[in-house]
């Protein structure tokens, strides 16, 4: 009896330790997507992935989710601090539902690299930003959603946006109130640099709600405010057009 109960606790602890050295390599602090891969996978450099949301539960927090060749990769929930990056063709094509949602913790930061982010007009927000402390958005895409291509709300105090060398365009189509290009709310900051944001129903950017909105060498056309919300111009190289039922309340450099 002595034996075998040795037996089992040697035989316990092996077990116990393969699981935890199994838990740990589930994730990888880099993976891969790939037009041709599976998601069952691994997300290796050599066995990548087919989705974003395939890979993400095999990416680290702090991770980064790298594009192997171009594809549709579709939409993805972000909850924890990670980087989707790409060099080639990366489509997210959604219809009816939110392309890109990041709901991740306070001190997360979540980075957008490289993404065509395609509504088809019924997508409802390109990158919804729900929680997070900071989103950043750089050469991206983002056309075509029904509401939003950019909606700035995180819930986190503080919370910032950067939206870098980037396309918002044709977004807001079914002409909602409240929707457009680019929406800051409850009190975020979006920084806007070397952006263009044009034919987008309703406004190309407005803050609302305490939001802020500061652009540096961007084209913003037209422009909202309501509710206590702001829009500064950061040095010159910047364009604004405002419209009905947008208020030139704002003084430009």
Known sequence: M???TLFS???GGILFAALQIGSAQAQATRTWVSGVGDDANPCSRTA???TFAGAISKTAGGGEINVLDPGGFGGVTIGKSLTISSIFEAGVLVSGTNAIIVAAGVADTVVLEGL???????GLNGVNFISGALLVIERCKIHK???NGVLANSN????????NRSLI???GTQNLANS??????NGNVANINDTLIQNNLNYGVQANAGGTAAFLRSIATPLGITGAGSLVSIGPSNFFATGTPNQPVINFQ
Do not use: H
């Open 169 to 171: 365009l044709s977004n």
């Open 48 to 50: 990548p992935c087919k």
């Open 145 to 147: 959603f029904a509401t």
């Open 156 to 163: 986190t105090a503080g919370a910032r946006t950067v939206i």
């Open 9 to 11: 606790t040697i035989l």
């Open 116 to 122: 065509d982010i395609e509504g088809l007009g019924t």
């Open 180 to 185: 457009g290009g680019v929406t800051v709310n």
């Open 2 to 4: 002595k034996k075998s």
